[in-house]
């Protein structure tokens, strides 16, 4: 749980840092970028490790997982925040534990218990109702881009858990990046010459942290800990994560957090005791 904590504040600064790079990138060369980064970055700790290619069993869900969290969900989240805020686009997170859990459920054919899923649902109405009400409660364009995100990162948290019962996690997430590498750097020579690019200390800051803190040692304390714990209980300690967002928005953004923040807060912690006290 260390290790998922750990991943979750990692993850509670991606859509922070993905609003300071778009303020130099595009979205299509923000994303592409931060895939071949850390692409290149996983590939140097692979070779140093001398780690061998994965068993043609574990292709599968290697491609499963990059497609999620590395291509999806940083592509289609950029592409909300360019009309969304980031208090909305935290709704996401809020329901990316209960949509973890279910999809892992369909794809292991586990059956996590009932109290398990009350608590589970408990944490993400509050998460959700608490993002809505500091965005104002009115949906954003990029909707349809946040729910798209939702499910794709789902699909790859539990393929990228899962595998990392078999693998260890720096080779589950090394290999989804490096196997992402020819088409995102294809990626990037199209979005560089048709997307300006205006280099500031925040677009940069904001691409690194997405870079080394997003994508990979996020990804990799993330699937350790999933590895361990199970996929299902280790995804509802991001219940956490939209409020997390949410004070790193008041402290780099700007934005103005409301009363209900503890209360919220409060609640949220309430339901990952619940989650990690039943059994699934």
């Keep these: 749980m260390g290790l998922a904590v750990l991943g979750v504040v990692f993850f509670s600064l991606t859509f922070p840092a993905t609003d300071w790079a778009l303020e130099g990138f595009g979205p299509w060369t923000a994303t592409t970028l931060r895939v071949v980064l850390a692409g290149l970055v996983a590939g140097a700790a692979l070779a140093v ?4 290619l994965p068993a043609r069993r574990h292709w599968t869900g290697l491609a499963l997982a990059a497609s999620g969290v590395v291509i999806g969900f940083p ?14 686009a935290a709704v996401v997170v809020g329901l990316l534990p ?3 859990a279910v999809y892992s459920s369909l794809r292991t054919g586990s059956r996590p218990s009932p109290a398990f899923w009350a608590a589970a649902l408990a944490g993400a109405a509050v998460v959700v109702a608490f993002a809505l009400y500091q965005s104002g409660g009115a949906p954003s364009t990029g909707d349809l881009f946040l729910c798209g995100a939702l499910l794709v990162c789902a ?6 858990g899962r595998l990392a019962r078999e693998l260890p996690a720096l080779e589950v997430i090394g290999w989804a990046l490096v196997g992402c590498l020819p088409l995102a750097a294809a990626g990037a020579a199209v979005a560089l010459a048709h997307e300006p690019v205006a280099l500031s200390g925040h677009a940069v800051t904001g691409l690194a942290w997405n870079v080394l803190g997003s994508q990979f040692l996020g990804l990799l304390f993330w699937y350790r800990a999933m590895g361990l714990a199970g996929v299902a209980s280790t995804s509802q300690v991001q219940l956490a994560q939209p409020l997390l967002t949410l004070v790193w928005a008041v402290f ?9 923040a503890p209360a919220a807060a409060l609640a949220v912690l309430v339901c990952i005791v619940v989650v990690q006290r039943t059994r699934t």
């Design 49 to 52: 490790r001398r780690v061998p």
């Design 98 to 100: 209960l949509t973890t």
């Design 75 to 88: 592509l289609l989240t950029t592409l909300a925040l360019r009309t969304s805020t980031t208090s909305h």
């Design 252 to 260: 780099l953004l700007g934005e103005h957090l409301t009363p209900a």
């Design 155 to 160: 699909a790859g948290y539990a393929e990228g």
